[in-house]
């Protein structure tokens, strides 16, 4: 489905609420995501935007009611962090504290024992979610309405995949046949989402996200976007907290994307 659906000849939308324009492009997503077969190693698929949609659409309503410049993009939910709450690098006590979001989220149907999901009375901790929105923390002095002025988080395939053990995969572990029906729905998907936002930089969070936000920029000619990477948060990526957090600032800073909370 193309964003022109939503959008008269004018140009303009035909809701004038950027949130709901938001959330169908996710759902016209995940529907599409949900009918593919994505191998036999993959036993349990979350899909958190279905089961966590209320906790997830006022996250939405509350932070995307203007154009953003810079779309920070991750790649899938983490089991502690958006497959319990929605939300981007979701990490419960941020979600609570910084964002200030509540909301119900459902039981999804089939779940591995060892990845529950109790939405925000979850007691673990998604560490990558943690010091990503940490130093978004210390950019916004405290307040998230300076970060999100400009500047909006994404993740380029909303569903969680595990294998019987509870491992998760990432797309970019599945095996070619099953990344290609899956990466030419969601490059459609991304496509759709900066053109719905005007996004100019795409800050790729991980290598994955870098390749496939380049290939979005190239095969949909959005030759007006730039592509940022910076390192995954993720501890087995860059090591400790304070060396991602040094080199992240030095990418976002070199970029001028610093500036926009200022």
């Known amino acids: ?91 419960v006590n941020i979600v609570r504290s910084y964002l200030r979001v509540v909301g119900e989220v459902l039981t999804p149907t089939n779940y591995h024992p060892q990845r529950p999901v109790t939405g925000l009375d979850c007691h673990r901790s998604e560490v990558s979610g943690k010091r990503l929105w940490d130093l978004f923390i210390e950019l916004s002095e405290g307040d998230p309405y300076k970060f999100f002025k400009d500047c909006f988080i994404h993740n380029y395939f909303p569903l969680a995949l595990m294998n019987e053990k509870a491992k998760n995969i990432t797309p970019g572990d599945l095996k070619s046949k099953y990344q290609k029906e899956l990466q030419e729905i969601c490059d459609k998907s991304l496509s759709d989402i900066v053109t719905l936002l005007h996004i100019d930089t795409i800050v790729a969070i991980g290598k994955y996200a870098e390749k ?51």
Not at 8 to 33: G, H, M, R, Y
Not at 53 to 69: P, V
Request: charged residues 20%; glycine residues 4%; proline residues 6%.
């Open 1 to 91: 489905m193309s964003v022109s659906k939503y959008f008269s000849q004018q140009n303009k939308p035909e809701t004038d609420d950027l949130a709901d324009c938001f959330i169908n492009l996710e759902n016209d997503l995940v529907s599409q995501l949900n009918k593919l077969n994505y191998g036999p190693d993959v036993v349990y698929v979350y899909s958190p935007l279905d089961y966590a949609f209320n906790l997830h659409k006022i996250f939405l309503k509350k932070f995307l009611n203007t154009n953003k410049k810079v779309l920070f993009l991750g790649i899938n939910p983490g089991p502690w962090g958006m497959c319990q709450t929605g939300i981007p690098f979701g990490e």
């Open 212 to 262: 496939r936000s380049n290939e979005v920029v190239k095969n949909f000619k959005l030759n007006n976007i730039k592509v940022v990477q910076i390192p995954h948060p993720s501890p087995r990526s860059v090591g400790t907290a304070e060396k991602w957090k040094n080199e992240t600032l030095a990418l976002l800073k070199s970029n001028n994307i610093l500036q926009l909370f200022k």
